[in-house]
Structure formats: structure tokens, C-alpha cells
């Protein structure tokens, strides 16, 4: 399965961006999806995940500003992210999991990331 994210780029503090993580391949079903982010020289961090049924747990630095949504008819996970901060900059990357098909086999995956800067 694979992943692939969008809407990464530079923005004010203060402002919003939009990214979009797209899944693709033989999927039979997903069910768990997040928002996770790797600053320079440090780990990567959880952001936000959301469930199958649609069960939703934030990072606490995030918590208010950033909202996280899946269209599951899509395969497609969304980050809504407001009020940025210059200690949100970091490659964002996206994480599924689920099963594929034909035989059920669980998938594990993680997208390539996609940039985000916040500067003045």
C-alpha cells in the first residue's frame, strides 16, 4: 500500500495549511491513520490519529489547532492545521493500517512526508 501526502509548504505563523495523504494499492481495508512529524535532529512525533470508527487523538502541542479527518470512501486522510507556530516546522509524514487484498494480509505503511515551514 501506498501513501502519499500533499500540501506541505511555507507559511506566516499564524496561518493554515491543508495536508492530504492518499492511499493506494490493493486495500481491503484501513484502519488506523495519522499525522506524525520529524523536526530536524529530532524523533519523530506523533501528531494525530484517527481510527476506523472515527475516534481521534491529538498531541498535546497541537490540541485546538489542528484537526485531523478521513474519507474513508476515498482512502484519503486530511490535517487541518491552524494558528501555525515556527515550532510546528517539520517533515509531516502519514502512517496506515489495515489489511489488503486478496488474503487479508496487514499492511503497515508510511508516506514519504511532505515539508512544512512556518516563518516570517
Not at 13 to 35: D, E, N, T
Not at 81 to 86: D, E
Request: net charge positive; glycine share 12%; proline share 4%.
Amino acid at each position: 500500500v501506498q501513501l502519499v501526502e500533499s500540501g506541505g509548504g511555507l507559511v506566516q505563523p499564524g496561518g493554515s495549511l491543508r495536508l492530504s495523504c492518499v492511499a493506494s494499492g490493493r486495500i481491503l481495508r484501513i484502519s488506523g491513520m495519522g499525522w506524525y512529524r520529524q523536526a530536524p535532529g529530532k524523533q519523530r512525533d506523533l501528531v494525530a490519529t484517527i481510527n476506523s470508527g472515527g475516534s481521534v487523538h491529538y498531541a498535546d502541542s497541537v490540541k485546538g489547532r489542528f484537526t485531523i479527518s478521513r474519507d474513508s470512501a476515498k482512502n484519503t486522510l486530511y490535517l487541518q492545521m491552524n494558528s501555525l507556530k515556527p515550532e510546528d516546522t517539520a517533515v509531516y509524514y502519514c502512517h496506515a493500517d489495515g489489511n489488503t487484498l486478496p488474503y487479508m494480509i496487514p499492511f503497515d505503511s508510511w508516506g514519504q512526508g511532505t515539508q512544512v515551514a512556518v516563518s516570517s
